[in-house]
């Protein structure tokens, strides 16, 4: 089945660091590709998402590129605030049937002033 | 617009006792979603609905899980003779149902603790 494999964390950066969060896929056919992140004591919010290989996807200054050669969507940020300190879930959707999202286990982000 | 919302926020209940959680998607939503979020398993399907048609079922863990939708729209999810390896925070999400790509939006979750 699918399957969605993503680093393990906390990951641990000051204000102004560059990020990388590593995301690997297993899928069948060709699926959807999504970051959400959960804020502390929020829900879980959808943060970019591409829909096709080579897509990438866009918001807040993150950035994710949809590589089907390396089964990959890491999520890269150039410059974290302290305001990015989250949980990081990647995820995908199939592209057929119910659509229900499959999801990594989750990267915490803690940003130090 | 409202999102999408649930009730309760938190549940603490007795080990074997029933519990219902409520989902009321976004107005105009067709599919809406369970999922359950634990610390063992991360985050998991449960349940799909989609308008009318018979709902997918197949992440449901056992048969005291049970969910149902009426009206096409508010959906309550049932946990039946609850265990301790329930306690979970319960995720609502919903989509249009249409279109190439089924952006799901979530709710705040319902924290369900079984003591």
């Known amino acids: 089945g699918d399957s969605v494999t993503q680093m393990e964390g906390p990951v641990t950066l000051s204000e102004e660091a560059c990020l990388t969060i590593?995301?690997?896929?297993?899928?069948?056919?060709?699926?959807?590709l999504f970051w959400y992140v959960q804020y502390p004591g929020e829900g879980l919010q959808l943060l970019l998402k591409?829909?096709?290989?080579?897509d990438k996807g866009s918001n807040k200054g993150f950035e994710a590129t949809y590589r089907k050669e390396t089964t990959s969507f890491h999520l890269e940020k150039g410059s974290v605030q302290v305001s990015d300190s989250a949980v990081y879930f990647c995820a995908l959707s199939d592209n057929t049937g119910r659509r229900a999202l499959t999801f990594g286990s989750g990267t915490r982000l803690q940003v130090q002033p | 617009g409202a999102g999408v919302s649930q009730s309760p926020s938190n549940k603490v209940t007795e080990k074997g006792k029933d519990v219902e959680l409520r989902c009321d998607p976004i107005?105009?939503?067709?599919?809406l979603y369970w999922y359950r979020q634990s610390l063992g398993q991360g985050l998991e399907f449960l349940i799909y609905f989609q308008g009318n048609s018979a709902p997918d079922k197949s992440g449901l863990p056992s048969d005291r899980f049970s969910a149902e939708r009426t009206g096409g729209s508010v959906s309550t999810l049932t946990i039946q003779r609850t265990q301790q390896e329930d306690s979970a925070v319960y995720l609502c999400a919903s989509s249009t149902g249409t279109g190439n790509v089924h952006e799901q939006f979530f709710g705040p979750g319902t924290r369900l603790t079984v003591l």
């Open positions: 107005s105009g939503h067709t599919a």
């Open positions: 591409a829909t096709k290989a080579d």
């Open positions: 590593n995301c690997t896929y297993t899928a069948t056919g060709y699926p959807s």
